[in-house]
């Protein structure tokens, strides 16, 4: 039988794949898109908390809800953010965007 | 029984479509499977009878965000580079796993108070009543159009030729 662990076990292994993929990798898509992972991840422990600790109250649900407004906010300016990146400097490898490393 | 086949057929593709996201070479084939891991965690929405969430992770993940993602490869011609690691491959596997293996352990050795109520069927007219109901999250509710309206304002901004 399923349980509350199998959810939250799987939920961490998205994040932790998420979690490897915005640290290890160059392509500022591929890191938003592992941003995104994660952000599922967490939504996903949320429903599974509201599902077995509150069945009746759904408040882990509202909260996925609104996590994914600002998932939507923030994909919409990240590839903003990108685009004009690309149109300046050529590239998207996040190693060589360092203007403002000190 | 039905619910833990789905439970499992839908964990194994979507870690496997979550690998293949960050270890495909090829930039599009990655975001293809990243579509598939989102309509995954829909249908894992599913086995937790949030059929609300499922609906709405179909509609904004698997429609609106994975198109925005595949417009940003297409328009910045990075596919041919493909998806290579940078320095720090080794330590960050090496975090990813100390966190994952640290995360495991806490909620298995957290006696969690699981209720043994059944889950509310359907689910969106309860929703509709914490959203728009007296004493639910009006507030947030009034305040997530707000960032979106900024957020599509900045990107237009960002975008915009000068």
Redesign the interface.
């Known amino acids: 039988?399923?349980?509350?662990?199998?959810?939250?076990?799987?939920s961490?292994?998205?994040?932790?794949?998420?979690?490897?993929?915005a640290?290890?990798?160059?392509?500022a898509?591929?890191i938003?898109?592992?941003i995104?992972?994660m952000l599922?991840a967490v939504?996903?422990t949320m429903?599974?908390f509201?599902?077995?600790?509150?069945?009746?109250l759904?408040?882990g649900?509202?909260f996925?809800?609104?996590v994914?407004?600002?998932?939507?906010?923030?994909?919409?300016?990240g590839?903003?953010?990108?685009?004009?990146i690309?149109?300046h400097r050529e590239?998207?490898?996040?190693?060589k965007i360092n203007l403002m490393k000190w | 029984m039905g619910?833990?086949v789905a439970?499992?057929i839908l964990?194994i593709v979507?870690?496997m479509a979550?690998?293949a996201?960050?270890l495909l070479r090829d930039?599009f084939r990655?975001?293809l499977s990243?579509v598939l891991?989102?309509l995954t965690?829909a249908g894992?929405?599913i086995?937790?009878?949030?059929d609300?969430?499922a609906a709405?992770?179909v509609l904004?993940?698997v429609g609106?965000?994975s198109v925005?993602?595949i417009?940003?490869?297409m328009?910045?011609r990075?596919v041919q580079?493909?998806?290579?690691?940078?320095?720090?491959?080794v330590?960050?596997?090496i975090?990813?796993?100390l966190?994952?293996g640290g995360?495991?352990f806490a909620?298995?050795n957290t006696p969690?108070?699981?209720?043994s109520?059944?889950?509310?069927e359907p689910?969106t007219p309860?929703?509709a009543g914490?959203?728009f109901g007296e004493g639910g999250?009006i507030l947030?509710v009034e305040i997530?159009p707000l960032?979106?309206l900024?957020?599509?304002l900045?990107?237009?901004v960002?975008?915009r030729e000068k």
């Not at chain 1, 640290?23 to 392509?27: D, E």
Request: glycine share 4%; aromatic share 10%.
């Open positions: 039988m399923v349980g509350l662990e199998h959810y939250l076990i799987l961490a292994v998205l994040f932790s794949i998420g979690l490897y993929g640290l290890a990798k160059r392509n898509i591929i938003l898109m592992s995104e992972l599922n939504n996903i429903v599974a509201s599902r077995y600790i509150v069945p009746l759904l408040t649900q509202i996925a809800i609104f994914m407004v600002v998932a939507a906010a923030e994909v919409a300016v590839l903003a953010i990108i685009i004009a690309y149109r590239t998207i490898d996040a190693t | 619910v833990s439970f499992w964990a979507g870690v979550a690998l996201v960050v930039v990655a975001a990243l891991c989102f965690v894992i929405y086995t937790l009878s949030a609300f969430l709405v992770q904004i993940y609106a965000i925005l993602i417009l940003a490869i328009l910045t990075e580079r493909g998806s290579p690691s940078n320095r720090l491959q330590p960050a596997f975090i990813a796993v966190f994952l995360v495991v909620l298995l969690w108070a699981v209720s109520a059944p889950p509310l689910t309860a929703i914490l959203l999250f947030p997530a960032l979106l900024a957020a599509i900045g990107a237009i960002l975008v």
